[in-house]
């Protein structure tokens, strides 16, 4: 149990007067959370202070060799004015194992879920009240040594942010276009690929720009080393519901385990779908599209939620799904996950935790 320190600001900012545009992680709360960690100490030093720029040392580690990973959560407001989580301690396992990879002391689970709801709680004001509107919690943690060797950091920063956020994509829940990416990769055996580490987005900037110039959301990476099987979107994990089966990657350490992802998955099962998580070809997504049976494919995160995908382009041929609108199923796991997560729905499955009262 952290024993945290909270030093309220002197001078709270006005909360987003319109909350209908609120776009994506462009406005930021009143508090951070932080925690230093000392080689031989441990973690230390939990405090909840005034939001503000972090003075770094040009030489430390994280700018150089980009030791650092993240997470992304939310706060949802219901009807009755509680503030409630989405599963987070899934969000604290995933950051125990992304921080394994890269060599980051970890942080206990409790510990994590502690420090993001006594933040929330701090900013509670701040969780929008607005249908599709939620407070997007950026929990992250990087290397604070100073110098210019490669190697494990003895230093580091646990910060948390918040950031009232609508839908990450500015088509809402349209459909988007997607470019199967042909040449660049995102991941490969071995790498970083099922972590959150800034690296992997840092070196997915390049094609997710190339497509943007052509008009594609985002695009869909295949494996790394055959790139012959889908893998996940720029954002997001990747579905496909073919002939009446859902397919989807496999984690098998390429992948992103989206929390996002296994909801669903759970979601579809209950709803006796069969859900196969494995390889698929691209190949064999355009080859079902060519005979009609690419029903519906949808991307999932917690930033997007459920995206409807209406076009997959690769090699210059392209695979329309459905009639360009969104389908059945991708609406119906929509409007159940945000059900639980706005508290509209009944939670059967203990996936919500109410942020108590505490400061
Ligand atoms: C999220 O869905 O929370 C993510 O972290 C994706 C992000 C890169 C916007």
């Known amino acids: 149990m952290l024993d945290i320190k909270v030093t309220r600001t002197a001078t709270p900012k006005a909360k987003p007067a319109d909350e209908n545009h609120l776009g994506f992680g462009k406005i930021f709360t009143d508090h951070m959370f932080l925690m230093d960690y000392t080689e031989g100490e441990g973690w230390h030093d939990p405090r909840i202070v005034p939001y503000a720029p972090l003075p770094l040392d040009p030489a430390t580690v994280v700018f150089h060799y980009a030791q650092e990973i993240f997470e992304g959560m939310k706060a949802y407001r219901t009807a009755d004015g509680t503030v409630q989580l989405f599963r987070p301690d899934c969000n604290a396992n995933r950051f125990q194992d992304s921080a394994d990879r890269l060599c980051i002391p970890r942080i206990p689970a409790d510990d994590f879920v502690q420090a993001v709801e006594a933040l929330v709680d ?125 397919y989807t990657a496999a984690c098998t350490g390429t992948v992103l385990p989206g929390v996002t992802r296994r909801s669903i998955i759970e979601l579809l099962r209950d709803w006796g779908y069969e859900v196969v998580e494995g390889k698929l070809a691209i190949a064999d997504v355009m080859q079902a599209a060519r005979e009609g049976k690419l029903e519906e494919v949808f991307g999932t995160g917690t930033a997007a939620v459920v995206s409807p995908v209406k076009e997959l382009d690769w090699k210059g041929e392209q695979a329309l799904i459905g009639d360009g609108k969104i389908g059945a199923l991708t609406q119906k796991l929509y409007d159940t996950l945000t059900g639980i997560q706005w508290g509209k729905l009944p939670d059967t499955k203990g996936w919500t935790v109410p942020v108590k009262k505490m400061f």
């Open 122 to 246: 701090v900013d509670r004001d701040w969780v929008p009240y607005s249908d599709g509107a939620s407070l997007y919690i950026r929990p992250f943690c990087f290397a604070n040594d100073v110098g210019l060797g490669v190697h494990a950091s003895k230093h580091y920063i646990f910060c948390i942010i918040c950031s009232p956020s609508g839908a990450y994509y500015a088509e809402g829940l349209d459909p988007v276009r997607i470019y199967v990416e042909d040449e660049y990769i995102r991941a490969a055996p071995g790498l970083t690929g099922f972590t959150k580490c800034g690296g992997n987005y840092a070196a997915s900037i390049k094609a997710g720009e190339l497509a943007e110039e052509q008009g594609f959301s985002q695009v869909l990476w295949l494996d790394g080393v055959e790139k012959k099987y889908v893998e996940e979107v720029g954002s997001m994990n990747i579905m496909f519901k073919i002939d009446g089966k859902i």
